[in-house]
């Protein structure tokens, strides 16, 4: 199990990005967590098998009909794996 730490910017709050991230992740059997920042951008943490995180990950671009994603930057973390997945 591998985890990466995502940053997604563009028109991600307001629209249901985070409750759509964790039902992609809960179908992916992934981990972790979604929540929103200060500057608009959305902070994911996912773990999980490296396939189901680039699934995820291609997602992430697309987002729920009304995101408008500009910039999706992944990168390893060294998190623990959490139990579950959560929207803070």
């Not at 985070?18 to 951008?41: E, V």
Request: net charge positive; proline share 6%.
């Amino acid at each position: 199990m591998i985890c990466r730490r995502c940053v997604v910017a563009g028109k991600v709050q307001g629209v249901w990005y985070r409750a759509s991230t964790q039902r992609q992740a809960q179908a992916l059997g992934i981990t972790g967590y979604a929540r929103n920042l200060p500057d608009g951008r959305v902070e994911i943490l996912a773990c999980g098998e490296a396939a189901a995180l680039q699934r995820l990950q291609d997602w992430l671009w697309q987002g729920p009909p009304a995101a408008e994603v500009t910039d999706v930057h992944c990168t390893p973390a060294a998190d623990a794996a959490p139990l579950g997945f959560q929207t803070l």
